[in-house]
């Protein structure tokens, strides 16, 4: 192992610049290397931002033996078989959002996690961040009492063409792009998964949803709702409603350095300030405490296979218009 864990970047996607600051200012993480379709664009991306080592396919970033850690960054469709890949070429991943497309790809990626003994955890950079980890502690707390719902919202305009993000047979979607997110909060502030779902859906041209609206019923009836998509405003915003009080999250996705919170009971608002950090710091530190202090990762693999199948439990609700219930394991 060197001294820091040395980072590769499989592709070029615009997301990676999310971890150009946190991996120059970590001690025990550095990015080594790139790897991309073509040695031409491997060159020049690592050119531009300064990385060390360039590598023109991906097969060659996964045998460069001085490649710790390995970023799969790449659409929707591929987390899976890349992942999976990384893994046995004995490298550890951190994979982006969402986990994988299928259940099958989840527990195929867990599998090969655990026979090559190397750590792998999904990036949902917010789980990690201090805004995230207040929030949680408030809703444990009980300062809310019994909570009744959980409202969220996640949409902003999009219409690239061409971007994997608008083609279903590449796991495009609102819902899986956006909507993994509010999905992923209400769960995690409960600490619970849903019982039931139902959502509604506006399609787009070639058919994925443009945009979500979602239902959720979980244990102690508790319910929440939010709407995703690539219709709208920007709009982001997480609120917890219980039966003493409210808690609002203006900035839940991406909290930065400075963040708020809003706690309001008996009719009073408060502002709780968190000292935040650079979003995407977590996650990386999350990653080096996992790789070298033996930590389970924050985020586990039982959680991100709970998420993809609520999405799927979704989708499958807005094609029949049925309520789906989750079956329990």
């Not at 990676?16 to 025990?28: D, G, H, T, V, Y």
């Not at 070639?206 to 709407?227: T, V, Y």
């Not at 917890?240 to 608002?269: A, S």
Request: net charge neutral; with cysteine; proline share 5%.
């Amino acid at each position: 192992m060197t001294e820091k864990l040395r980072w590769g970047l499989l592709s070029t996607a615009k997301i990676n610049a999310a971890l150009f600051k946190p991996l120059a200012k970590s001690k025990r993480n550095t990015l080594f290397a790139v790897g991309s379709r073509s040695e031409e664009s491997a060159q020049a991306y690592a050119a531009e931002h300064s990385i060390p080592r360039a590598h023109g396919t991906y097969e060659a970033l996964l045998a460069d033996p001085e490649v710790d850690v390995i970023y799969n960054s790449l659409p929707n469709h591929l987390h899976a078989e890349w992942t999976i890949k990384a893994l046995e070429a004995g490298k550890h991943v951190l994979c982006e959002k969402p986990f994988a497309l299928t259940l099958d790809e989840v527990d195929a990626m867990s599998e090969a996690a655990q026979r090559t003994g190397k750590v792998l955890a999904e990036a949902f950079m917010y789980r990690t961040h201090p805004q995230t980890i207040k929030a949680k502690e408030i809703v444990d707390s009980g300062e809310l009492g019994k909570i009744l719902i959980v409202k969220g919202g996640f949409t902003f305009t999009f219409a690239r063409p061409g971007n994997y993000r608008l083609d279903p047979a590449l796991g495009g979607g609102g819902l899986w792009d956006v909507g993994c997110y509010p999905l992923s909060y209400a769960r995690t502030m409960l600490g619970l998964e849903p019982l039931e779902v139902f959502g509604w859906q506006m399609t787009g041209e070639s058919g994925i949803d443009e945009f979500f609206s979602a239902q959720m019923l979980f244990p102690g009836e508790i319910h929440a709702q939010f709407d995703c998509g690539f219709r709208g405003p920007f709009r982001a915003f997480i609120e917890i409603v219980g039966e003493l009080g409210t808690l609002e999250i203006p900035t839940p996705f991406h909290p930065g350095k400075k963040t708020d919170i809003l706690l309001t009971r008996n009719g009073k608002t408060k502002k709780i300030e968190v000292k935040g950090q650079n979003t995407y710091l977590g996650e990386v530190e999350d990653m080096a405490d996992a790789i070298l202090l033996g930590k389970a990762p924050h985020i586990s693999l039982v959680d991100s296979r709970a998420n993809v199948a609520a999405i799927l439990a979704l989708y499958k609700s807005a094609k029949t218009g049925k309520v789906v219930r989750l079956k329990k394991e």
